[in-house]
């Protein structure tokens, strides 16, 4: 019998998911004029069925090279854990306030270029496709709730909230899409009908999501211990100890709790309120939602590459392009879309600001900008795009929240000793953002697994989780506005296990790190460490782990 390569292997899976997802076909170089998938329950079915077959294809392969060895190991982790959380329902089911299948249909058209009349032509075509999107979505979860996989009510009726506003008919996202494309189609009324038929299609889901969806669902926010194993699992692509885990997080707190403290009562002795407060105040600090703050973050962006590149990276040219963005107000967040298959359109770092924001104190958002730009999202995605030893699977469609948020978070708390915090404001951020996302473990954990609140933590008197005690963690531990942290608790009720990829994630790399640094001794370098383990691709950080322990740096 004759063994078809890892390499094979992966082509045919990469080659029958195109058929089935304008990414896969996209990361083949393949032209789609429709990049609206199809969210119908026998696509999610064929998409299943295929991860199967590859998972048993993979276990007969062949390795030829060191790369194949790594191919295999990175995708038979993705692939079992995707097929776990299929199996749970979780795929199919999914609604939460960001990063679904809903969601990602609008998000489309934010990469959709509409300059000319070919552009808008393309976005037109897309854009009629956006109601039997919603319609074959509404069909999956249908199709998922009679099997008894149901997301909880309070998902369901979040996205109704959101799709809601997509669809307003004056000022809604789809309107005003089509009213700034409108004025370059070559067919003015057809933008505009299309623009109106999403919009509609947005606000008859919404309905259908609360009056019949919803009464589905349960009430019950937290999912549970053995649901939450399996998506913590796929979310990390690692078996943690869960408890352990929660420990880690709660130490974390104090500890950062303690740094922040210090530093808050250097710029106030009023307390960390009234310090940041002080800070906000500052002259320069305050910059109006509008072209200002795009340039801002720009600006970030390019100082943090000049600083880096060539010390503790090497960049490729493609990083270098990165552009600020506002998105739609609504989510308070800070989020990044990585460049198109063929480099031509940019990495982007959005800003969501709050709902009726007039201006933003950029202070606060120093560290997310180096989260989601350099020298985190953005440097690892374009490193990895650039890698041509790796396969397409794993430069394009390989995306493991562990890793990446990891990584992230990682490069975030390394940001001071590499010369990319200037003042005593910036260095809050830093303490911030890591008091925030070591707060993400003990709230999501304590939510969904119904874990005791220690006494005398430093945080909180509560000693029960409730969806308002994590708020409340929230604003008092990372400085958020409470519109921002009440959409951040849902997002962790809507995603059981994405919360721990940032604090998790990144204690692998720095144990990692440090483990690299002791084996080589005064042979180590940070750079040639951080080149060679970006050189090895995504994957879960089980298998990271295994192969950087393999791989001490030389």
Known sequence: MTHRTVTAVADDYVA???ALDPSAAEALGQESDLVIPDLS?????????????TLADLGSATETDP??????????????????????????????????????????????????ADETARLLRNLEQVPTALQQYRQTLTAAA??????????????????????????????????DAAGVAADAEAMSRAGAAAA???????????????????????????????????????????????????????????????????????????????LDDRPGQRLPVGPELVTWIEDRITSSIETLD???????PEVRNCEGRLATPGSGVIYYSPPDVGLTRPGRVYWSTPPDADDAPVWREV????????????????????????????????????????????????????GLVHDEGERLSVLLAQRWRAARIVVDLGLHLDLPIPADNGVTSASQWSREVGQDVLVTVAGMDRHTAVFEVDRYLG???????????????????????????????????????????PMGLDPLRSLLTERTVR
């Open 16 to 18: 029958a998911l195109a």
């Open 41 to 53: 329950p026998g696509v999610f079915d064929d998409q299943l069925a295929l991860a199967r077959r």
């Open 67 to 116: 790369d194949e060895r790594v191919l295999r190991i990175a995708m038979t982790e993705r692939l079992t854990n995707n097929i776990a959380l299929a199996e749970s329902g979780f795929t199919t089911r999914l609604l939460a306030p960001l990063a679904t299948p809903v969601h990602g249909v609008k998000q489309i058209f934010d990469n959709l270029p509409a300059s000319d």
């Open 146 to 179: 009679d099997q008894g996989f149901v997301a909880p009510a309070r998902q369901a009726r979040l996205v109704a909230e959101q799709a809601r506003g997509w669809g307003d008919p004056d000022v809604g996202y789809f309107r005003t899409l089509a009213d």
């Open 200 to 278: 509609a299609a947005c606000v008859d889901l919404a309905h259908w999501l609360e009056t019949e969806h919803a009464p589905r669902g349960s009430a019950q926010d937290g999912v549970g211990r053995e649901f939450y194993q399996v998506t913590s699992r796929a979310f990390l692509g690692a078996e943690i100890d869960l408890e352990e885990t929660y420990q880690y997080g709660w130490d974390r707190l104090t500890a950062l709790t303690a740094e922040v403290d210090q530093l808050t009562q250097e710029i106030s002795d009023e307390g960390p309120t009234a310090a940041m407060e002080t």
């Open 310 to 316: 060539g010390t503790v990276f090497d960049l490729p």
């Open 367 to 418: 560290s997310t900008v180096h989260h989601e730009g350099v020298p985190g999202h953005h440097l690892q995605y374009s490193v990895t795009m650039t890698q041509d030893h790796l396969h397409p699977w794993q430069r394009y469609l390989c995306h493991i929240h562990g890793y990446a948020e990891g990584w992230a978070h990682y490069t975030e708390g390394r940001a001071e000793s590499w």
């Open 495 to 537: 995603w059981p296990g994405q919360a721990l990829a940032f604090c998790v994630g990144a204690r692998l790399w720095e144990q990692a790190r440090d483990a690299a640094r002791q084996t080589m001794g005064s042979d180590y370098d940070e750079k040639a460490f951080h080149m060679t383990a970006l050189g090895l691709g």
